[in-house]
């Protein structure tokens, strides 16, 4: 390995070491997360890349953690329950992504499908991102910087989609934007009351399976500069 790459794979570690990661991983395992690929592709993606310095030592606990501009990265444990979801009918070539926020669900596909395209309506949050996944020499994601009310329809259609913001409602451009067969997974509600959903369109129309309470940030409007 290069010595730079060396270097940012290592930042911080002190802090974040194996064993930390270990724990997570059979944390994850023991709250009901059984695909062995998921699990793998937590262990080996560095988080604490995707948060702050400061707050690097709690990179490999199961919590979300903040991002700045009102926005955390994911927890852990939803990271790969949504993953997993979208993965149990088997692999996927083109999946969406809604929310790319730190990028670190963004990094957990893209070693998982063939190609990601990731929308996020912070530009900042993107940038950033996008630096991240280079440094890291994940190059099957490709980003836009819009409205994921609109998800991205140019490239449509998707074998799967992942929002990882709570949406009020399921976006009809999403259901839209979906290959036959394939599956979106999203949060839907609003404040305390929200349903992760796993949506799949059939040969008629769409099925829908609510897979128990989660807590999201919203899904908002309009890109932000
Ligand atoms: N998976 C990300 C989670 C980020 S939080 C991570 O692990 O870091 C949710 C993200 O959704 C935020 O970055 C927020 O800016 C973004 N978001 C909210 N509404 C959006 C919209 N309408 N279109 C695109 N992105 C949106």
Not at 9 to 24: A, K, N, P, V, W
Not at 73 to 85: D, N
Not at 87 to 107: F, H, R
Not at 164 to 179: C, F, S, W
């Amino acid at each position: 390995m290069a010595r730079e790459q060396d270097d940012i794979l290592h930042r911080g570690i002190g802090m974040t070491s194996q064993r930390t990661r270990e724990r997570l991983i059979q944390r994850l395992y023991e709250e009901g997360i059984s695909n062995a690929k998921v699990l793998e592709v937590i262990r080996r993606t560095p988080r604490h890349l995707f948060v702050d310095e400061a707050l690097a030592h709690r990179a490999y606990e199961d919590t979300a953690l903040p991002i700045g501009h009102n926005q955390t990265i994911s927890q852990p444990y939803m990271v790969a329950r949504m993953s997993e979801l979208l993965l149990e009918a088997g692999p996927l070539d083109k999946v969406m992504e809604i929310g790319t926020g730190s990028g670190y669900q963004t990094a957990v596909l893209s070693q998982l499908v063939e190609r990601v395209f990731s929308v996020e309506r912070i530009k900042v949050l993107q940038d950033r991102a996008k630096e991240r996944l280079v440094e890291l020499n994940l190059r099957n994601v490709v980003f836009r910087w819009g409205d994921g009310w609109e998800g991205w329809p140019a490239l449509a259609p998707y074998n799967g989609i992942i929002v990882t913001a709570v949406a009020t409602d399921v976006p009809q451009a999403l259901l839209d934007q979906l290959a036959p067969g394939g599956r979106l997974v999203i949060p839907v509600g609003s404040g305390e009351v929200q349903q992760l959903m796993l949506i799949i369109r059939e040969e008629q129309g769409f099925s829908r399976r609510v897979l128990g309470a989660v807590r999201f940030v919203p899904l908002l409007n309009g890109p932000l500069a």
